[in-house]
């Protein structure tokens, strides 16, 4: 490139390319970051669409630089980052800007900057910072064809993760520079991958009485199904809720993955076990706002709590007490299993496949039982119908709790089933699920889409007169109708037969319209 300029005539001029990565929610494409200097007065210009965190790198790259014990060259310094209309986040490109600008300075050889992908932010004394989405970023770097990458210390566990790329670690541009010109020993090697120790979850035999509840849970569970609990206040909707996570079975790698980038680009992964290995669980307060359910944003655009709780659970409680306008936000994502954030700076795509729970009181004077309730009716209607009937309509199971009993109460806790045994149920009636679903992208029943579902099975002459009548009668919607079937799978999964019975049918049809099944 350099012979070329000189053809041209173009003298006192000085390039060099590096690489790194833009992410737009946990998509990533490969950027190229080009350093031109030229004669002329001193000066830096950024350009490619940057936000304010990448036009005030020229300044954390110059300190950098000096303080690691370079020479800043004094030239007119353009730094361009390309594709040019890609908008570029963060200081996630400082570790490229200034091995570019050494680069072309020729500090370092220019074709070994080149080799490698940079990320990383860079301190005013020269060390390298750990930044958000190394998972992701390296994901994308394997998908454009580059085989290494650079990272920082701090990240390196995280960017073991993405296979197929070969990682080291750098804690100061100096040693980078070094590694660059040929000093070994400079960059740090991953060690192998720490598996997280399993936390101890909250446990099923903690639960007293509630047995249609403990029933509704483990179908939820098998099957993936939105859970509504609605009951006084102490009959155990938020204890029932908190132990659904340890009947889920572990996440597969590929949905460990997913889950992993969206925390990465939220920030919250551990340091030495980043891998999220289990359903997260997601518990938002009432007062949230819609961005920090549904995610947003101006400048960088954040993952919410729907993204958070991505292949896990999305726990709702004091459901009613959420705003109405946040509630049914949850309407679109529950449906597609994504949301689309879109901003005058761009629009995001983050996953967000969750299982949803509510629990609510059935009024706001939450009386242990209905006899001391001093609400009016009126009232009563009001509050529960803070939770819409296009977002109720889209929750496949609904339940009733009533207050417990002093039997329940002074029960042995040996009476109740553990979650580990039911674990075993859910686990075997979720494999019979994917056997079914095989070939295709769903792993619950609760994803397959009504059509698909009608395809494989349908109700015969009994369970079809069951789900008739409840749509004639209006306490079935078309969409309520291909619920209560994908329902009736799951009964039938847990049941251990291919196809449901009238029994499940009937089953799920009393779950979908809040009736005790049992």
């Given at each position: 490139?350099?012979?070329?300029?000189?053809?041209?005539?173009?003298?006192?001029?000085?390039?060099?390319?590096?690489?790194?990565?833009?992410?737009?929610?946990v998509a990533g494409q490969l950027v190229a970051v080009e350093a031109?200097?030229?004669?002329?007065?001193?000066?830096?210009?950024?350009?490619?669409?940057?936000?304010?965190?990448?036009?005030?790198?020229?300044?954390?790259?110059?300190?950098?630089?000096?303080?690691?014990?370079?020479?800043?060259?004094?030239?007119?310094?353009?730094?361009?980052?390309?594709?040019?209309?890609?908008?570029?986040?963060?200081?996630?490109?400082?570790?490229?800007?200034?091995?570019?600008?050494?680069?072309?300075?020729?500090?370092?050889?220019?074709?070994?900057?080149?080799?490698?992908?940079?990320?990383?932010?860079?301190?005013?004394?020269?060390?390298?910072h750990p930044v958000r989405g190394t998972l992701p970023s390296l994901?994308?770097?394997?998908?454009?064809?580059?085989?290494?990458?650079?990272?920082?210390?701090?990240?390196?566990?995280?960017?073991?993760?993405?296979?197929?790329?070969?990682?080291r670690g750098v804690a100061c541009l100096g040693d980078l520079v070094?590694?660059?010109?040929?000093?070994?020993?400079?960059?740090?090697?991953?060690?192998?991958?720490?598996?997280?120790?399993?936390?101890?979850?909250?446990?099923?035999?903690?639960?007293?009485?509630?047995?249609?509840?403990?029933?509704?849970?483990?179908?939820?569970?098998?099957?993936?199904?939105?859970?509504?609990?609605?009951?006084?206040?102490?009959?155990?909707?938020?204890?029932?809720?908190?132990?659904?996570?340890?009947?889920?079975?572990?996440?597969?790698?590929?949905?460990?993955?997913?889950?992993?980038?969206?925390?990465?680009?939220?920030?919250?992964?551990?340091?030495?076990?980043?891998?999220?290995?289990?359903?997260?669980?997601?518990?938002?307060?009432?007062?949230?706002?819609?961005?920090?359910?549904?995610?947003?944003?101006?400048?960088?655009?954040?993952?919410?709590?729907?993204?958070?709780?991505?292949?896990?659970?999305?726990?709702?409680?004091?459901?009613?007490?959420?705003?109405?306008?946040?509630?049914?936000?949850?309407?679109?994502?529950?449906?597609?299993?994504?949301?689309?954030?879109?901003?005058?700076?761009?629009?995001?795509?983050?996953?967000?496949?969750?299982?949803?729970?509510?629990?609510?009181?059935?009024?706001?004077?939450?009386?242990?039982?209905?006899?001391?309730?001093?609400?009016?009716?009126?009232?009563?209607?009001?509050?529960?119908?803070?939770?819409?009937?296009?977002?109720?309509?889209?929750?496949?199971?609904?339940?009733?709790?009533?207050?417990?009993?002093?039997?329940?109460?002074?029960?042995?806790?040996?009476?109740?089933?553990?979650?580990?045994?039911?674990?075993?149920?859910?686990?075997?009636?979720?494999?019979?699920?994917?056997?079914?679903?095989?070939?295709?992208?769903?792993?619950?029943?609760?994803?397959?889409?009504?059509?698909?579902?009608?395809?494989?099975?349908?109700?015969?002459?009994?369970?079809?007169?069951?789900?008739?009548?409840?749509?004639?009668?209006?306490?079935?919607?078309?969409?309520?109708?291909?619920?209560?079937?994908?329902?009736?799978?799951?009964?039938?999964?847990?049941?251990?037969?291919?196809?449901?019975?009238?029994?499940?049918?009937?089953?799920?049809?009393?779950?979908?319209?809040?009736?005790?099944?049992?």
């Open positions: 490139m350099l012979a070329l300029r000189e053809r041209l005539g173009v003298v006192g001029v000085a390039l060099a390319r590096t690489w790194a990565v833009a992410l737009a929610g031109d200097l030229a004669n002329g007065l001193p000066a830096v210009t950024v350009i490619g669409l940057g936000d304010v965190a990448v036009t005030q790198a020229r300044d954390r790259v110059r300190s950098a630089i000096v303080n690691s014990g370079a020479k800043w060259p004094e030239r007119r310094i353009t730094l361009a980052l390309s594709p040019a209309a890609l908008p570029k986040r963060g200081a996630g490109f400082d570790l490229a800007l200034a091995i570019a600008v050494l680069a072309a300075a020729e500090v370092v050889p220019t074709r070994a900057a080149g080799e490698m992908v940079l990320i990383g932010e860079l301190g005013l004394d020269g060390r390298v994901m994308a770097v394997k998908a454009a064809g580059r085989t290494s990458a650079i990272v920082p210390v701090a990240n390196l566990a995280e960017a073991t993760l993405a296979t197929g790329v070969r990682v070094a590694y660059l010109n040929g000093e070994r020993g400079r960059l740090i090697d991953p060690l192998p991958p720490i598996r997280a120790v399993p936390k101890s979850l909250p446990d099923m035999v903690d639960v007293l009485g509630q047995p249609e509840a403990r029933r509704a849970l483990e179908l939820a569970a098998a099957g993936g199904h939105h859970l509504a609990m609605i009951g006084p206040p102490g009959a155990g909707k938020t204890m029932l809720a908190a132990r659904l996570p340890g009947l889920l079975p572990p996440l597969s790698e590929e949905a460990a993955l997913e889950v992993t980038a969206v925390h990465s680009v939220a920030g919250n992964l551990d340091d030495e076990t980043p891998l999220v290995t289990h359903p997260p669980f997601i518990e938002p307060h009432h007062s949230a706002s819609l961005a920090a359910l549904v995610g947003g944003g101006s400048s960088f655009i954040r993952p919410g709590s729907v993204s958070l709780a991505h292949r896990g659970v999305l726990f709702l409680d004091e459901a009613p007490e959420f705003r109405p306008t946040v509630l049914d936000a949850l309407r679109q994502p529950m449906e597609s299993g994504a949301v689309l954030l879109a901003r005058a700076s761009g629009a995001v795509r983050y996953p967000a496949r969750f299982q949803l729970v509510l629990a609510a009181n059935p009024c706001p004077c939450a009386a242990a039982k209905d006899v001391d309730c001093t609400c009016a009716s009126g009232v009563r209607r009001r509050y529960l119908a803070r939770l819409s009937g296009p977002l109720m309509d889209r929750v496949d199971i609904r339940v009733d709790l009533a207050a417990l009993d002093l039997r329940a109460l002074v029960s042995d806790e040996a009476d109740q089933e553990c979650s580990a045994v039911i674990a075993v149920r859910v686990l075997a009636a979720r494999e019979r699920a994917q056997h079914r679903w095989a070939g295709t992208d769903f792993t619950t029943n609760a994803e397959v889409p009504g059509p698909v579902v009608r395809r494989l099975w349908r109700p015969g002459r009994r369970e079809a007169a069951l789900l008739d009548r409840a749509v004639r009668v209006g306490r079935l919607t078309g969409r309520g109708y291909d619920r209560v079937l994908r329902l009736a799978l799951t009964s039938a999964d847990l049941g251990g037969r291919e196809l449901p019975s009238e029994t499940d049918v009937a089953t799920a049809l009393a779950l979908r319209c809040g009736e005790n099944a049992w």
